[in-house]
């Protein structure tokens, strides 16, 4: 596996979470920023939240969201989570630690197959 996805992986966890931090919160949130009637209707759509969202990064939660529901957990878990032991990790999975660390190395090489392919 090549270092460079990890970095990625950082990186996409830190948009992810800067996306978090700029959503709206609540009900009243939802009516000030969309009004009655788009409150009332909640899309559950994931879509790339920010303008100036990098492309490598872009390209990284495309791969992401191809992934296998198992694999899209851990890479969730270990880069979207910010400061989370890793013993919680393995235990919330119910992984051990070897199996855990393979099945990570196993999605973040299928992203960077996807990115490679996605060029």
């Known amino acids: 596996m090549a270092d460079w996805v990890k970095y990625l992986a950082?990186?996409?966890?830190?948009?992810?979470?800067?996306?978090?931090?700029?959503?709206?919160?609540?009900?009243?949130?939802?009516?000030?920023?969309?009004?009655?009637?788009?409150a009332a209707i909640r899309g559950h759509v994931d879509n790339i939240p920010i303008i100036d969202f990098p492309r490598d990064v872009q390209k990284f939660h495309s791969a992401y969201k191809r992934l296998d529901p198992h694999h899209q957990k851990i890479?969730?878990?270990?880069?979207?989570?910010?400061?989370?032991p890793h013993g919680e990790k393995f235990k919330a999975l119910g992984l051990k630690k070897d199996t855990y660390y393979r099945r990570r190395r196993e999605a973040l090489d299928t992203i960077v197959r996807e990115m490679a392919l996605s060029k």
């Not at 948009?15 to 709206?24: G, L, T």
């Open 10 to 38: 950082q990186d996409w966890g830190h948009w992810m979470r800067k996306m978090d931090r700029q959503s709206i919160s609540g009900t009243l949130g939802r009516i000030q920023e969309q009004g009655l009637d788009g």
């Open 75 to 84: 890479i969730f878990l270990d880069f979207r989570i910010a400061n989370v």
